[in-house]
């Protein structure tokens, strides 16, 4: 699996750029990216290919190359992308954005570690409607414009095996899928759904 590596459009901000989907923040040696808008992901490869997500970020989180010790270390657009550059010799919010990247890295290896792909779906999916998700009438709506590609890199999986866990997922009634690729999930507690 690969993802896209699109170069990046700016705006005409000095700090604040726009971005656009599957496009890459560039790697900044003495900064970082706050995103103000849009969702991002940031991953690594294996010496194979395999592509290994380290996060997934939205509004309001800090993501850079500081902040991780994996080369080569890429933060990818899943959608279009607002983001300010912020001088790490002028940055106050340090110990709090590590807090945040470690638990979102230990949630991560929790939903990872279970032993069923089923299981990691129904797990990444709750916590992607309770992390990034807002209410509507039938649930959470994810918002993000996930592919099936995106979902199964998250969680160490395959496209095909995304798509048909979904269907499935689907004709329970547990997620509504909804075009360009949006879910909502519609149970609070899908993570309790035994398969």
């Not at 170069?7 to 005409?12: A, E, F, I, P, R």
């Not at 945040?100 to 230990?106: L, S, Y």
């Not at 496209?159 to 999930?185: A, D």
């Amino acid at each position: 699996m690969s993802l896209h590596t699109t170069l990046v459009q700016t705006s005409t901000h000095n700090t604040q750029q726009h971005f656009t989907r599957r496009s890459l923040l560039p790697s900044k040696k003495n900064a970082l990216w706050q995103i103000k808008a849009g969702f991002v992901i940031t991953y690594t490869y294996l010496e194979d290919g395999t592509t290994v997500a380290l996060g997934l970020w939205g509004p309001g989180d800090t993501v850079g190359e500081l902040l991780s010790k994996m080369n080569p270390y890429h933060i990818e657009c899943l959608s279009k992308v607002e983001a300010s550059i912020v001088p790490v010799y002028d940055w106050t919010e340090l110990t709090n954005t590590l807090l945040d990247h470690i638990q979102q890295a230990e949630e991560l290896m929790v939903i990872r570690s279970h032993k069923k792909v089923e299981t990691m779906l129904m797990q990444l999916l709750a916590w992607l409607s309770k992390k990034f998700g807002s209410e509507v009438q039938a649930g959470r709506l994810i918002d993000m414009r996930l592919t099936h590609e995106d979902l199964a890199i998250l969680i160490n999986s395959t496209r095909v095996t995304i798509t048909r866990i979904l269907g499935q997922l689907e004709q329970e009634g547990l997620i509504n899928k909804l075009s360009q690729h949006r879910i909502i999930v519609k149970q609070e507690d899908i993570w309790y759904y035994q398969i």
